[in-house]
């Protein structure tokens, strides 16, 4: 079964700091998400990739930046976290071509305080 | 943004009842996808409908699409309490970008 791995679950960050988000998925597919779930915005695109070494900015890219350093591997990073970037992040891989099914992680949940 | 700016909605129906949830997009789409999400979870696909599909059943769901209009509407027959979620489309552009409408949170009471 597809799998798609986010850690931490949960988090707790400082106004300033620098928060790093870590996602693993064992599909093999080429494309990856960061979303962000927020009550009344449903689910929103931050960054996506369509392979190692690339990244791209989505809906909202704002205050964060993205890592592809591997197939398997994508990050988010959050070089100086805000009290409005406490939401849920989701993220998700697809394959190439039309249609494709995406999976999502289980979600983690930061709060920055 | 590919959607309207409808702001989530929430039904509440009774088990038994038939339920259609819609959603509308704004730009080109190759595939609309339905997905549904548990408390605690990330969406997972239940349904998808190709823009050359009027129509396509899965079990008790059924998804249509209208690509004149740019609407999708996903319908649960004899919805049960286990459909119990929140329902987002999304679409895909074809280049696998997918948008996510702002969901329906479907209750279903015994």
């Known amino acids: 079964e597809a799998a798609v791995t986010q850690s931490p679950r949960n988090k707790v960050a400082v106004t300033g700091g620098k928060v790093t988000l870590s996602c693993n998925q064992t599909?093999?597919?080429?494309?990856m998400y960061w979303y962000r779930q927020d009550t009344g915005h449903g689910l929103r695109l931050i960054h996506y990739?369509?392979?190692?070494?690339?990244?791209e900015k989505g809906d909202i890219p704002d205050g964060y930046k993205a890592s592809r350093p591997s197939q398997e591997n994508f990050s988010l990073i959050l070089e100086l976290a805000t009290p409005s970037q406490t939401s849920v992040y989701f993220c998700?891989?697809?394959?190439?071509?039309?249609?494709?099914?995406?999976?999502f992680g289980k979600g983690t949940r930061l709060t920055v305080v | 943004s590919q959607w309207g700016e409808e702001n989530l909605q929430a039904l509440s129906i009774q088990e038994g009842e038939d339920v259609t949830m819609n959603c509308s997009y704004k730009t080109y789409t190759t595939v609309v996808h339905w997905y549904r999400q548990d408390s605690g979870r990330g969406p997972a696909l239940i349904i998808l409908i190709r823009s050359n599909e009027r129509e396509k059943r899965s079990g008790r769901l059924r998804a249509t699409l209208d690509t004149s209009s740019q609407s999708s509407s996903l319908s649960i027959t004899a919805a049960q309490c286990e459909d119990t979620a929140v329902y987002f489309c999304?679409?895909?552009?074809?280049?696998?970008?997918?948008?996510f409408g702002k969901g329906t949170s479907l209750t279903v009471i015994p």
């Open positions: 990739s369509y392979g190692a070494g690339s990244t």
């Open positions: 599909n093999n597919h080429n494309n």
């Open positions: 998700a891989s697809g394959g190439q071509g039309a249609p494709t099914e995406v999976f």
């Open positions: 999304a679409t895909d552009t074809g280049y696998q970008n997918f948008y």
